[in-house]
């Protein structure tokens, strides 16, 4: 049963549906330090015992939050190093990882250009817009 996977520094650039089906023991998840832009929102239903999940290091600039409704067990999530757009889109994310009391001093906005630079603790949620 696989538990931990490293997939750091592979150059991928999605998560798609299927790409972790089948591995319901997974714990462990490292995806840091590629070039990934999109995950599917059904990318992680099938790995309900994942806590740690690393995602830094990628070209993200917005998840769905809906994501994270698939891991329950989720406890450390590694979001750093991304050039997340601070907009609406993202808000809900924002929120959950306020909700669960996530470290957020890290992972820092990087559009508007009012909140560039800014980590997502220090914003309000009433600054996470759309224009």
Not at 64 to 92: F, G, T, V, Y
Not at 95 to 108: A, I, M, Y
Request: charged share 25%; aromatic share 8%.
């Amino acid at each position: 049963m696989l538990r931990t996977l490293g997939l750091n520094d592979n150059r991928m650039e999605t998560v798609d549906e299927m790409l972790f089906w089948n591995n319901s023991f997974l714990e462990i998840l490292d995806l840091s330090n590629n070039r990934i832009h999109s995950i599917n929102p059904e990318a992680f239903k099938q790995n309900r015992k994942l806590y740690f999940l690393n995602l830094s290091g990628n070209n993200l600039t917005h998840v769905d939050a809906a994501i994270l409704s698939e891991m329950p067990n989720l406890r450390i999530i590694q979001l750093d190093d991304n050039p997340w757009h601070c907009d609406c889109k993202l808000a809900p994310l924002r929120e959950w990882f306020v909700g669960k009391s996530v470290d957020l001093t890290q992972t820092r906005c990087d559009e508007p250009e009012t909140l560039r630079g800014r980590p997502w603790s220090e914003i309000k949620s009433e600054e996470f817009v759309c224009s």
